[in-house]
Protein backbone atom coordinates (compact mmCIF):
# COMPACT_ATOMS: atom_id res chain seq x y z
CA UNK A 1 0.00 0.00 0.00
CA UNK A 2 2.97 2.12 0.80
CA UNK A 3 4.52 1.58 -2.33
CA UNK A 4 1.47 2.81 -3.99
CA UNK A 5 0.55 5.71 -2.59
CA UNK A 6 4.11 6.72 -3.02
CA UNK A 7 3.46 6.04 -6.75
CA UNK A 8 0.73 8.51 -6.87
CA UNK A 9 2.46 10.83 -5.13
CA UNK A 10 5.06 11.24 -7.67
CA UNK A 11 2.72 10.95 -10.33
CA UNK A 12 0.54 13.89 -9.36
CA UNK A 13 3.70 15.92 -8.59
CA UNK A 14 4.98 15.50 -11.84
CA UNK A 15 1.51 16.27 -13.17
CA UNK A 16 1.36 19.81 -11.42
CA UNK A 17 5.11 20.41 -12.77
CA UNK A 18 3.89 19.74 -15.73
CA UNK A 19 0.76 21.42 -15.70
CA UNK A 20 2.84 25.04 -14.25
CA UNK A 21 5.99 24.77 -17.40
CA UNK A 22 2.90 24.66 -19.36
CA UNK A 23 2.19 27.92 -18.65
CA UNK A 24 5.08 29.27 -20.67
CA UNK A 25 4.48 31.26 -23.98
CA UNK A 26 6.32 31.18 -27.22
CA UNK A 27 5.82 33.75 -29.79
CA UNK A 28 7.49 34.52 -33.42
CA UNK A 29 6.27 36.63 -35.62
CA UNK A 30 4.01 34.38 -37.53
CA UNK A 31 2.19 32.93 -34.05
CA UNK A 32 1.71 32.56 -30.63
CA UNK A 33 1.44 29.65 -28.47
CA UNK A 34 0.70 28.98 -24.99
CA UNK A 35 -1.40 26.42 -23.02
CA UNK A 36 -2.05 24.20 -26.15
CA UNK A 37 -3.40 27.06 -27.73
CA UNK A 38 -1.71 28.26 -31.20
CA UNK A 39 -2.67 31.82 -33.28
CA UNK A 40 -1.40 31.72 -36.63
CA UNK A 41 -1.00 35.27 -37.37
CA UNK A 42 -0.28 34.47 -41.09
CA UNK A 43 -3.19 32.35 -41.60
CA UNK A 44 -5.46 33.44 -38.99
CA UNK A 45 -6.39 30.69 -37.15
CA UNK A 46 -6.32 29.61 -34.02
CA UNK A 47 -6.20 26.04 -32.69
CA UNK A 48 -7.92 25.23 -29.61
CA UNK A 49 -7.75 21.56 -28.01
CA UNK A 50 -6.86 19.88 -31.34
CA UNK A 51 -9.52 21.89 -33.19
CA UNK A 52 -8.71 24.51 -36.06
CA UNK A 53 -10.79 27.04 -36.23
CA UNK A 54 -10.32 31.08 -38.78
CA UNK A 55 -10.61 33.87 -36.08
CA UNK A 56 -14.25 34.62 -37.20
CA UNK A 57 -15.40 31.38 -35.69
CA UNK A 58 -14.23 32.81 -32.96
CA UNK A 59 -16.91 34.53 -30.89
CA UNK A 60 -16.01 35.31 -27.61
CA UNK A 61 -13.09 35.16 -24.74
CA UNK A 62 -13.43 36.04 -21.05
CA UNK A 63 -11.99 34.67 -18.14
CA UNK A 64 -13.73 32.72 -15.25
CA UNK A 65 -11.84 32.60 -12.26
CA UNK A 66 -8.37 30.27 -13.19
CA UNK A 67 -9.90 29.30 -16.49
CA UNK A 68 -9.77 31.55 -19.31
CA UNK A 69 -13.18 30.43 -21.81
CA UNK A 70 -13.47 30.91 -25.70
CA UNK A 71 -16.72 30.84 -27.19
CA UNK A 72 -16.43 29.21 -30.99
CA UNK A 73 -18.42 27.90 -33.61
CA UNK A 74 -18.73 24.24 -32.86
CA UNK A 75 -22.01 23.32 -32.15
CA UNK A 76 -20.27 19.61 -30.43
CA UNK A 77 -18.65 21.69 -27.55
CA UNK A 78 -19.06 25.50 -28.55
CA UNK A 79 -17.15 26.63 -25.08
CA UNK A 80 -13.28 25.61 -24.82
CA UNK A 81 -12.08 26.40 -21.31
CA UNK A 82 -8.07 26.40 -20.56
CA UNK A 83 -7.26 25.81 -17.01
CA UNK A 84 -4.49 27.61 -15.48
CA UNK A 85 -2.98 26.75 -11.62
CA UNK A 86 -3.50 30.82 -10.95
CA UNK A 87 -5.83 33.58 -11.54
CA UNK A 88 -3.02 36.04 -12.44
CA UNK A 89 -1.77 33.42 -14.78
CA UNK A 90 -5.29 32.96 -16.54
CA UNK A 91 -5.78 37.45 -16.85
CA UNK A 92 -2.29 37.45 -18.26
CA UNK A 93 -3.11 34.57 -21.04
CA UNK A 94 -6.43 36.83 -21.42
CA UNK A 95 -4.57 39.72 -22.44
CA UNK A 96 -1.77 37.81 -24.25
CA UNK A 97 -4.43 36.39 -26.30
CA UNK A 98 -6.36 39.06 -26.95
CA UNK A 99 -3.14 40.95 -28.63
CA UNK A 100 -2.62 37.87 -30.45
CA UNK A 101 -6.25 37.60 -31.90
CA UNK A 102 -5.84 40.72 -32.43
CA UNK A 103 -3.31 40.85 -34.24
CA UNK A 104 -4.02 37.69 -36.70
CA UNK A 105 -7.88 39.76 -37.16
CA UNK A 106 -5.73 42.58 -38.41
CA UNK A 107 -3.76 40.50 -40.87
CA UNK A 108 -6.82 38.82 -42.23
CA UNK A 109 -7.84 42.33 -43.52
CA UNK A 110 -5.02 42.84 -45.44
Request: glycine share 8%; proline share 1%.
Amino acid sequence: MGTFLGILVVLGISAYISYLINDKYEESDSEFKQKGVTVNYENSTVELKRKTFTIGQVKNVWQEGRAVCFEVDDIADPIKKIKFGEVKHAATFLARIKIALDTAYNNSLG
